[in-house]
């Protein structure tokens, strides 16, 4: 049985980045198995914010990869974004983690993927899992049409996808740099 099921969000804004998370951690297509996970940190002598989501394994693989990339290249988090990329791609064993992860630091944001890949948003706000693309758009919604603060709208962000998203709750953890 898979354990899966989350949602989270960035929002870059008047030089705050937030970044928000769910606690749900669902097993299968119909359970619940904890609604008070925390899937948003800091990492990196506070210095960075790491959310992640997919499968909770894998997910923990992906973000453990990442920090010790971060401790490898002093904190520059494209370098290590970048070097986790080049590294799963060029596994031998070619494993794909089912896991996505957002990370930012004062200056920047990346999605980072299981499987390789590096994006950059634009307009400095993303989202990943279930709930990613409803929390996306509420987002962007919010900041097209409000002046509400970068934890603000990360937040509500992730409020208005608990209400449409069955793998996403309303237990939501904000980090800020």
Known sequence: MEFRGTTICSVRRNGVVAVAGDGQVTMGESVI??????????IYNDKVIVGFAGSVSDAFALSEKFEAMLQKYSGNLMRSAVELAELWRSDKGGRRLEALLIVADANSTYVVSGTGEVIEPENGICAIG????????????????????????????LKIASEICVYTNDHITVETI
């Open 33 to 42: 198995m904890k609604g008070n996970a925390v899937k948003v940190k800091r």
């Open 130 to 157: 279930s709930g990613g693309n409803y929390a996306l758009a509420a987002a962007r919604a919010l900041a097209a049409a409000t002046d509400l603060s970068a934890p603000e709208i990360a937040e509500k962000a």
